[in-house]
């Protein structure tokens, strides 16, 4: 069974660009949700979708957003991006929320740089 | 407000057991997990706890949790070099049916030394 699939694993923007980031759940999987990993600030929980519709949000300002396809398959996207944005964006999958086990399947992440 | 507090860093020789500890503040958590991050890679789902079990193990893995101290601790059996990593604590905040949000600690790097 594949695992989550994130791309680009990598990639360099410049300050004020916009960045769109994919990630494919286990198959089965209608839960994807993005968090956001930071030297100074650690794991960050950024959206949750289920299902095409967003479940949870973050403390995140509005130029982060995302979405959800009838596949599953989840796009986050960062515009006006900041040099502060340079992250590594992880993306998990979980079947569904309860009475579902909790387990949360995470992707390789996709590494951003903003110069 | 919800947060999860690991010590940052642990030594320990080759064979040797590991623990790992974690404390958390939100009573209401329901999961509570424990993840491994290698160098340059995702997080690793090692061994998660329902919050109305003390202990769950898992060939090497040891999880005892004590819901009143609010203390969560992992525990690795003959530490291997391969364990070398930080290893993350998460509780999951339950929210509109969703086990999406988790908190996570700021991670334990754990050093495997010959």
């Known amino acids: 069974k594949a695992g989550v699939t994130q791309t680009p694993r990598y990639l360099i923007k410049t300050r004020g660009q916009q960045v769109t980031l994919s990630c494919s759940p286990i198959?089965?999987?209608?839960?994807v949700s993005w968090y956001q990993q930071t030297p100074g600030q650690g794991l960050q929980f950024l959206f949750e979708y289920f299902s095409e519709t967003q479940r949870n949000k973050g403390n995140f300002p509005g130029r982060f957003s995302g979405r959800q396809f009838s596949n599953s398959r989840s796009e986050m996207n960062v515009s006006t991006l900041e040099l502060g944005d340079s992250a590594l964006y992880l993306c998990?999958?979980?079947?569904?929320?309860?009475?579902?086990?909790?387990?949360?399947?995470f992707g390789e992440g996709s590494r951003l740089t903003v110069l | 407000g919800e947060d999860v507090e690991q010590s940052l860093f642990l030594s320990v020789r080759e064979g040797d057991s590991s623990v790992i500890n974690c404390t958390y503040t939100d009573s209401s958590s329901t999961y509570l997990y424990w993840y491994k991050q290698e160098p340059g890679a995702g997080l690793q789902l090692l061994t998660y706890?329902?919050?109305?079990?003390d202990m769950k193990q898992d060939q090497r893995l040891t999880v005892l949790l004590n819901k009143k101290d609010k203390h969560l601790s992992l525990r690795i059996a003959d530490t291997q070099t391969g364990d070398s990593a930080i290893y993350f604590c998460a509780e999951s905040v339950l929210t509109t049916d969703s086990w999406g949000k988790l908190q996570f600690g700021a991670g334990t790097q754990v050093v495997v030394t010959p």
């Open positions: 198959s089965g999987h209608r839960s």
């Open positions: 706890i329902f919050s109305n079990m």
């Open positions: 998990a999958s979980s079947l569904d929320g309860p009475p579902n086990t909790g387990e949360l399947f």
